[in-house]
């Protein structure tokens, strides 16, 4: 029998070079060394070791300055607050390197595989947070056991000086990663007001929570002398029998007394009879701290007396005249701390506008009554005189002074260095006993 020795020959070439090929392709794949880089690089990630994801990356000495200045800000940027909300975020942070997708090739000197981190979808946990009234420590708390989302990405490598490293052009995939550094910039919470700086609540200027045909009715919060000290900022609701009829701006107010007022001052829609006064019923105030906590809750009632009598201690917006009385309740006058004279009362209130401060004063004749009751006043001002232009430059509520010759109100209106020429209206309203308290003071600045 005869052998095709060429045949056989060709075969044996055939199966040499396509062995020779296998050993090849082989040879430049390179998948374990590969995956090693990549869980070395993704776990260094998942960390924030900057220093070991530098030295895994081509060029990282080019980007460690600016990526730990990235993860870790001055002072300047950011606060305990800040650190303690990436300090959560970073805990929640991991990752799992897909070994099927790798491919690798040493001729070509490049390599790839995909990772995905997943990371704690602290967005979403913010959103529910303020929803819910939280502050930051209820959002720290709920970031640890928040919604996760995931980041896919793929790990690129360059195979240089016989060593595979990762290709991340400018860090792009890194900052990817780390958008929670800049994202938690913007994470804001609303001041928290601790019950414990609150010493008592009242409505001021009521008998035991009455009132008795009022213009305005105020709930005030008497804070601690540790709340005294701080800024209160807050907002409030007024209830009139069970209805909501006003929601207060944001509001700020410091001292001995926290005041919510409520009043067709304070709310053009609100419902008065005849004389101006709020209509009877029960009211309802609200006060809230800006982080939805309730500060105050509590209600009183105002009723109607068709006794009431109003009492114009200045008819007609006239000059105050001495002795003009409330209802031979105080007797009134103006009073001048002119530094050209020595202070004393005046019948007319003129002043300078060398001097500083107006003061119309009103002495209590009837101490029984009147020698401890609030009287809300306003103060407005019109540089020409016309009063439909002139507006509020300022409002408060007072107590009588208690000096060694009696009690005395003193509604003053201070501006430092100098009072500006003009015309000034002193309106001032309450009730006391059943009677109202009502009066207009008119004053002239040359």
Request: proline content about 2%; overall charge negative; glycine content about 6%.
């Amino acid at each position: 029998m005869k052998v095709n020795l060429k045949k056989m020959t060709a075969s044996a070439v055939c199966l040499a070079m396509t062995a020779s090929f296998a050993s090849c392709a082989m040879f430049d794949k390179d998948d374990d060394a590969v995956l090693e880089v990549a869980e070395d690089y993704a776990a260094a990630v998942a960390k924030i070791k900057v220093s070991d994801i530098c030295e895994l990356l081509v060029d990282g000495d080019d980007l460690e300055e600016d990526l730990t200045a990235y993860v870790d800000p001055s002072a300047d940027t950011s606060n305990e607050d800040y650190d303690a909300i990436c300090g959560a975020i970073e805990g929640t942070l991991s990752y799992e390197i897909d070994a099927d997708s790798v491919e690798s090739s040493k001729k070509d000197a490049k390599a790839s595989v995909n990772v995905v981190y997943t990371i704690v979808d602290y967005q979403a946990v913010y959103d529910d947070v303020i929803a819910d009234g939280g502050d930051l420590d209820a959002f720290v708390d709920a970031l640890g056991s928040g919604d996760t989302k995931e980041i896919e990405q793929t790990i690129n490598l360059v195979y240089e000086d016989n060593t595979w490293l990762v290709k991340d052009k400018n860090g792009k995939n890194l900052y990817d990663v780390y958008a929670f550094y800049d994202d938690a910039f913007d994470f804001e919470f609303a001041p928290s007001i601790s019950p414990d700086l609150i010493e008592e609540i009242v409505w001021w200027g009521s008998n035991d929570g009455v009132y008795t045909d009022p213009y305005t009715i105020e709930l005030d919060i008497i804070p601690t002398e540790e709340g005294q000290a701080i800024e209160w900022q807050f907002t409030y609701e007024y209830y009139l029998d069970g209805t909501l009829i006003f929601t207060s701006d944001e509001c700020s107010d410091q001292g001995y007394y926290i005041e919510s007022y409520y009043g067709e001052d304070y709310d053009s829609q609100a419902q008065v009879n005849d004389e101006g006064c709020l209509v009877a019923g029960q009211y309802r105030c609200v006060v809230y701290d800006l982080a939805g906590n309730v500060l105050a809750d509590d209600t009183c009632t105002v009723q109607e007396d068709s006794s009431v009598s109003v009492v114009d201690v200045v008819p007609d917006g006239s000059d105050v005249v001495d002795n003009d009385t409330w209802d031979e309740g105080v007797y009134t006058y103006w009073y001048t701390y002119s530094p050209s004279a020595s202070s004393a009362s005046m019948e007319t209130g003129e002043y300078g506008t060398d001097e500083d401060t107006i003061e119309f004063t009103c002495q209590v004749l009837d101490e029984d009554n009147l020698a401890n009751y609030p009287v809300y006043y306003e103060v407005y001002y019109s540089a020409d005189g016309d009063q439909y232009d002139a507006e509020m430059v300022h409002s408060g509520t007072i107590t009588p002074s208690e000096y060694t010759n009696g009690y005395f109100y003193e509604f003053q209106y201070v501006q430092n260095g100098g009072l500006d020429a003009g015309t000034y209206w002193l309106i001032g309203a309450s009730d006391s006993n059943g009677t109202v308290i009502y009066f207009t003071a008119e004053a002239t600045v040359s």
